[in-house]
T-cell receptor, first 111, second 113 residues
Framework: KQEVTQIPAALSVPEGENLVLNCSFT??????LQWFRQDPGKGLTSLLL?????REQTSGRLNASLDKSSGRSTLYIAASQPGDSATYLC??????????FGTGTRLKVLA | DTEVTQTPKHLVMGMTNKKSLKCEQH?????MYWYKQKAKKPPELMFV???????INESVPSRFSPECPNSSLLNLHLHALQPEDSALYLC????????????FGPGTRLLVL
């Protein structure tokens, strides 16, 4: 059974810092891995999707990498801003339509 | 249009009530999902419809009954719920297949009294 964990559980940083969020999964037989952000009480917004054959994806200040062999993905956020404050969730997609979400990292960027 | 809409935004119901949650998308996606999310927890997959057929039921109690009337609509019928069913219910959609990005709606906040 796929298990997805994220560390750290919470993170507080000053504005402008570069930071790394980590996602680990136990079953390397995944179709893809997706990163989402969720603002309090709201739905999820997709940030990046990495197919199993890819090593990384970039969008603006965000870069996500995937290492299937070690069961790890990282989300790198450059030059963090207060608007980046949210909960970040990774989801490993195993089997058809089986999205298993990680435990999340609550990020606070201080102005 | 990359929007998934959900109604109602909030719902309060008693344990003997029958209510329905509605989800709609007009992106031509053929896979639609229901998730349940408790406070400070990740979303948990409940049901998946693919091409309007139920593909996944994650052992959800029968008091939750999904329905997919057409490729744009997804309903979740609720009956005889328990207080522990109070949660944020999220709908999502994607192109057919698990290799595509999921788009989420804003959710319905459900409180069962």
């Amino acid at each position: 059974k796929q298990e997805v964990t994220q560390i750290p559980a919470a993170l507080s940083v000053p504005e402008g810092e570069n930071l790394v969020l980590n996602c680990s999964f136990t079953d390397s037989a995944i179709y893809n891995l997706q990163w989402f952000r969720q603002d309090p009480g709201k739905g999820l917004t997709s940030l990046l999707l990495i197919q199993s054959s890819q090593r990384e994806q970039t969008s603006g200040r965000l870069n996500a990498s995937l290492d299937k062999s070690s069961g790890r993905s990282t989300l790198y956020i450059a030059a963090s801003q207060p608007g980046d404050s949210a909960t970040y969730l990774c989801a490993a997609v195993s089997g058809t339509y089986k999205y298993i979400f990680g435990t999340g990292t609550r990020l606070k960027v201080l102005a | 249009d990359t929007e998934v809409t959900q109604t109602p935004k909030h719902l309060v119901m008693g344990m003997t009530n029958k209510k329905s949650l509605k989800c709609e998308q007009h992106m031509g996606h053929r896979a639609m999902y229901w998730y349940k999310q408790k406070a400070k927890k990740p979303p948990e997959l409940m049901f998946v419809y693919s091409y309007e057929k139920l593909s996944i039921n994650e052992s959800v109690p029968s008091r939750f009954s999904p329905e997919c009337p057409n490729s744009s609509l997804l309903n979740l019928h609720l009956h005889a719920l328990q207080p522990e069913d109070s949660a944020l219910y999220l709908c999502a959609s994607s192109q057919a297949g698990a290799r595509e990005t999921q788009y989420f709606g804003p959710g319905t906040r459900l409180l069962v009294l």
